[in-house]
């Protein structure tokens, strides 16, 4: 399971959000893409899942090309997406929802046995089967939306923005879980504002900016880049003196990114 | 599962008191259906036929409306493909010799009747095809642009039956329509839909479209396929609209392209709303509401007398009440009186268990 992206290119009508991005997911690794906002990085996600379509480059997996292929087609073929802003089903039960990443799958034994397996990765979820997805907290949705895409037996799990809007103890728990669920062997593509906690867990990264890929190291590499530090991290060398000096600050190392 | 859960400790023993429960309602059900076929009173027999046929027709639009959350107004399209079908393909032929006097019936209808069951279920496949021709363009569209173009599919059909002189005799419309649909015909179709129903929307099929109700990019990109799913919904709508229309062609005897004007759409769709979109039972109980709603009120039509206002009958006022009243209902039951929800015998039986304990409760105190 390698999934390689070479020199992808997306644009949405006339603006180019994608200006030729490469990088590599080895199986068994979480791999994160960081960026701000605009970078591309979530149009990057759609791309490989077949909801967005591309205008040139290519997407492989295992060597063979899933490039324009249905979304159907990509979730069968194990690369399942963890929407950003968890988007579960609000009017459907937990049990539904969980059901629903099983859409593609006919072996029933298999599915009640991975039912059962989610349950136990997610004990919050199993004491409410029988709750409408929208009544639950936002981590427990951050759950079900994690749970809903296991249910689709991925071997490559992508998330997109998974700590979005959730408090930061939350956010500590769904980074617990992407770990434990890459302990499973499941490949992780991890997409993250948050480049803290998305570095510190992953063992290789990517920096996306403005649509094109500017740097890339192992997760520790990038946390110790200086200019990963000023742009995402919020540390400075020396303490600016005053706003102006921190604006400027961080200006140039955004000019030096870019170039 | 080793956690505690909020269902109920013994759902097996649960089932199978629902299963005689609802064998007990079947019974009931049954029973007052051959007690209805005795009743001599025509005006009770009629309403209790078009109940069922709004069952018919309200589930229908459920399934695309309330189930899959597409918008569409092309019921009354659909209905007038099955109502003309079993029209043509039921009247005998001496019928329609005199009925078509100014241009004659096209060549193989003319002589051409059929058993009625069949009827309704080749009008239920005309209108499924010419729902797969119209839902490949406007499937793509959503919300109101959707609405628009299903409307304006629906008086297309219309215009078409008008000027189709020599197939469904314009706007002289058709008679003779042999009463084919008894109590039984009716509320026989009426239990293989509503069975129907409850099987496809527990299924997977049925959880992929309340899927893309709920939110279409996460269904999507949990392999959903979108367009053919929704495709699937608008045909088997329309199959059932059109089914519902052949029964209402045979039910009332005569018909023209009057009958299916954009109001007939309305009328299913304040069933479907007041039951609530997206709910079986809610739709059923609905469809008795409103059929038989709109008959009893019929004494507001008449002379009215409240002592210092007094009038002499005024047509159309029991419309005026109708209208109030489902307003009330849309005020107080934003999502109509189920919502998405089922009136399942374990919900019954925890209203009622919650019902008495609050009255012990009560007297406690």
Same mark, same amino acid.
């Given at each position: 399971m390698k999934?390689?992206?070479r020199d992808?290119?997306?644009?949405y009508?006339?603006?180019?959000?994608?200006k030729?991005?490469?990088?590599t997911?080895n199986e068994g +690794?979480?791999v994160?893409?960081?960026g701000?906002?605009?970078?591309g990085?979530s149009t990057?996600?759609?791309?490989?899942s077949g909801?967005?379509k591309? =205008?040139?480059g +290519?997407?492989t997996?295992?060597?063979?090309s899933?490039m324009g292929?249905? %979304?159907k087609e990509?979730?069968?073929?194990?690369i399942v997406m963890?929407p950003?802003g968890?988007r579960?089903?609000?009017?459907? %039960?937990?049990?539904e929802n969980?059901?629903i990443?099983?859409?593609?799958?006919s072996?029933?034994?298999e599915v009640?046995?991975?039912?059962?397996?989610?349950f136990?990765?997610?004990?919050?979820?199993s004491?409410?089967?029988?709750?409408?997805?929208?009544?639950?907290s936002?981590?427990?949705?951050q759950?079900?939306?994690v749970g809903r895409a296991l249910m689709a037996k991925?071997?490559l799990?992508m998330?997109?923005?998974p700590?979005?809007?959730?408090?930061?103890?939350?956010v500590?728990?769904?980074?617990?879980i992407?770990?434990?669920v890459n302990?499973d062997?499941i490949?992780?593509l991890?997409i993250?504002?948050?480049a803290?906690a998305?570095?510190r867990?992953?063992g290789y990264?990517?920096v996306?900016?403005?649509? +094109?890929i500017?740097?890339?190291? +192992?997760g520790a590499?990038?946390?110790? =880049?200086?200019?990963?530090?000023?742009a995402y991290l919020g540390k400075?060398k020396?303490?600016?003196q005053n706003?102006?000096d921190?604006?400027t600050?961080?200006?140039?190392t955004?000019g030096?990114? %870019?170039? | 599962?080793?956690?505690?859960?909020?269902r109920?400790?013994k759902?097996a023993k649960r089932?199978w008191?629902?299963?005689i429960?609802?064998?007990?309602?079947?019974?009931i059900v049954?029973f007052? *259906? #051959?007690?209805l076929?005795?009743?001599q009173n025509?005006?009770v027999?009629?309403?209790?036929?078009?109940c069922?046929i709004n069952?018919?027709?309200a589930?229908?639009?459920?399934?695309i409306?309330g189930?899959t959350g597409?918008?569409s107004?092309?019921?009354?399209g659909f209905?007038?493909?099955?109502a003309y079908?079993?029209?043509?393909l039921?009247i005998?032929?001496?019928k329609?010799a005199?009925?078509?006097?100014l241009t004659p019936?096209?060549k193989?209808?003319?002589? *051409?009747t059929l058993?009625?069951g *069949?009827?309704?279920?080749i009008g239920?496949l005309?209108a499924?095809?010419?729902?797969?021709?119209?839902?490949?363009?406007?499937?793509?569209?959503?919300?109101d642009?959707? @609405?628009?173009a299903?409307?304006?599919?629906?008086?297309?059909?219309?215009?078409?039956?008008?000027?189709?002189q020599?197939l469904t005799?314009?706007?002289q419309? !058709?008679?003779?329509?042999?009463?084919?649909?008894?109590?039984?015909?009716?509320?026989g179709?009426?239990?293989?839909v509503?069975?129907?129903?409850? !099987?496809f929307?527990?299924s997977s099929?049925?959880r992929?479209l309340k899927?893309i109700?709920e939110?279409?990019i996460?269904a999507e990109?949990?392999?959903v396929?979108l367009?053919?799913h929704k495709?699937?919904a608008f045909?088997l709508s @329309?199959? #059932?609209a059109?089914?519902g229309?052949g029964? !209402?062609?045979?039910?009332?005897?005569?018909?023209?392209?009057?009958?299916?004007?954009v109001?007939q759409?309305?009328?299913?769709?304040?069933?479907?709303v007041?039951?609530?979109?997206?709910?079986i039972?809610?739709?059923v109980?609905a469809?008795?509401?409103?059929?038989i709603?709109?008959e009893w009120l019929r004494v507001?039509?008449?002379?009215?007398?409240?002592?210092?206002?007094h009038?002499s009958?005024?047509?159309g006022?029991?419309?005026v009440v109708f209208?109030?009243?489902?307003?009330?209902i849309i005020?107080?039951?934003?999502?109509g009186?189920f919502g998405?929800?089922?009136a399942t015998?374990?919900?019954?039986?925890?209203?009622?268990s919650a019902?008495?304990?609050?009255?012990?409760?009560?007297?406690?105190e």
């Amino acid at each position: 399971m390698k999934l390689e992206i070479r020199d992808l290119r997306v644009s949405y009508g006339g603006i180019q959000a994608l200006k030729g991005v490469s990088f590599t997911v080895n199986e068994g +690794s979480i791999v994160t893409l960081i960026g701000a906002n605009g970078a591309g990085k979530s149009t990057t996600l759609r791309a490989v899942s077949g909801l967005q379509k591309a =205008d040139g480059g +290519s997407i492989t997996l295992d060597g063979q090309s899933i490039m324009g292929l249905p %979304t159907k087609e990509i979730v069968r073929r194990g690369i399942v997406m963890v929407p950003e802003g968890r988007r579960v089903f609000p009017d459907m %039960t937990v049990r539904e929802n969980l059901l629903i990443g099983a859409f593609i799958r006919s072996d029933r034994a298999e599915v009640e046995k991975d039912l059962r397996h989610v349950f136990e990765l997610f004990p919050r979820l199993s004491e409410r089967t029988w709750q409408m997805a929208g009544t639950l907290s936002g981590g427990e949705q951050q759950m079900l939306a994690v749970g809903r895409a296991l249910m689709a037996k991925p071997k490559l799990l992508m998330m997109d923005e998974p700590s979005l809007g959730l408090a930061p103890l939350i956010v500590r728990g769904i980074f617990d879980i992407i770990k434990r669920v890459n302990a499973d062997g499941i490949t992780v593509l991890l997409i993250e504002q948050n480049a803290n906690a998305a570095l510190r867990v992953a063992g290789y990264g990517y920096v996306l900016e403005t649509g +094109s890929i500017v740097l890339e190291g +192992s997760g520790a590499a990038l946390m110790a =880049d200086p200019r990963v530090q000023e742009a995402y991290l919020g540390k400075h060398k020396e303490k600016p003196q005053n706003a102006h000096d921190d604006y400027t600050a961080v200006a140039a190392t955004a000019g030096r990114l %870019t170039d | 599962m080793q956690t505690k859960t909020i269902r109920p400790s013994k759902p097996a023993k649960r089932s199978w008191v629902s299963l005689i429960l609802t064998l007990i309602l079947l019974s009931i059900v049954c029973f007052v *259906l #051959f007690k209805l076929q005795g009743v001599q009173n025509q005006l009770v027999l009629r309403i209790a036929r078009l109940c069922a046929i709004n069952i018919t027709l309200a589930l229908a639009m459920n399934l695309i409306n309330g189930f899959t959350g597409i918008f569409s107004l092309g019921q009354a399209g659909f209905m007038a493909i099955g109502a003309y079908t079993t029209a043509l393909l039921t009247i005998p032929a001496s019928k329609k010799a005199m009925m078509f006097m100014l241009t004659p019936l096209v060549k193989p209808l003319d002589t *051409l009747t059929l058993p009625f069951g *069949l009827t309704l279920i080749i009008g239920g496949l005309i209108a499924a095809g010419a729902a797969f021709l119209i839902g490949v363009p406007c499937l793509r569209l959503r919300g109101d642009y959707l @609405a628009i173009a299903t409307l304006g599919f629906s008086e297309i059909i219309r215009v078409l039956i008008m000027n189709a002189q020599s197939l469904t005799n314009g706007a002289q419309g !058709l008679k003779s329509i042999p009463s084919n649909a008894t109590i039984w015909w009716t509320y026989g179709i009426a239990f293989i839909v509503i069975v129907f129903m409850a !099987l496809f929307t527990s299924s997977s099929y049925g959880r992929a479209l309340k899927a893309i109700r709920e939110d279409e990019i996460a269904a999507e990109s949990m392999g959903v396929s979108l367009f053919a799913h929704k495709m699937m919904a608008f045909m088997l709508s @329309a199959f #059932f609209a059109a089914v519902g229309g052949g029964l !209402l062609a045979a039910y009332n005897g005569t018909i023209g392209q009057d009958m299916f004007r954009v109001i007939q759409t309305y009328n299913v769709l304040m069933i479907v709303v007041m039951g609530g979109m997206g709910s079986i039972t809610g739709s059923v109980i609905a469809a008795f509401i409103v059929t038989i709603g709109q008959e009893w009120l019929r004494v507001l039509d008449g002379p009215i007398n409240l002592g210092p206002i007094h009038t002499s009958g005024i047509a159309g006022m029991r419309m005026v009440v109708f209208s109030a009243l489902l307003l009330i209902i849309i005020v107080f039951f934003r999502n109509g009186l189920f919502g998405t929800n089922e009136a399942t015998w374990s919900a019954i039986g925890g209203r009622l268990s919650a019902l008495a304990g609050h009255k012990k409760r009560g007297t406690a105190e």
